[in-house]
């Protein structure tokens, strides 16, 4: 199985920075993708960023532009830089990985609030 931690929610202004930090512990050398998923009160969990093992990222059309994921292979971290940070923003983001065979695990998640 895989084990994963995040790191780095918190309170931010808008227009503000944070970088979330993930890391992966376990059955890593299984896993295909790392993502983030954000999850607001009364609203479906909904797809962030990911990033598969071949360096393909993709982001919801609300954060291009403005997020950046990264992986660090040989810390097995994945990495959300947030810049231009809005209230819609805020929500309580988890970290995904996505094994080679479809098999998902997920962080306890962490909150970020973004104030105006």
């Known amino acids: 199985q895989v084990q994963l931690v995040e790191s780095g929610g918190g309170l931010v202004q808008a227009g503000g920075s944070l970088r979330l930090s993930c890391a992966a512990s376990?059955?890593?050398?299984?896993?295909?993708?790392m993502g983030w998923y954000r999850q607001a009160p009364g609203k479906q969990r909904e797809l962030v960023a990911s990033?598969?093992?071949?360096?393909?990222?993709n982001y919801a059309d609300s954060v291009k532009g403005r997020f950046t994921i990264s992986r660090d292979n040989a810390k097995n971290t994945v990495s959300l830089q947030m810049n231009s940070l809005k209230p819609e923003d805020t929500a309580v983001y988890y970290c995904?990985?996505?094994?080679?065979?479809?098999?998902?695990?997920w962080g306890q998640g962490t909150q970020v609030t973004v104030s105006s």
């Open positions: 995904n990985a996505r094994l080679i065979y479809n098999l998902d695990f």
């Open positions: 376990g059955s890593i050398v299984s896993i295909y993708s």
């Open positions: 990033i598969t093992r071949n360096s393909n990222t």
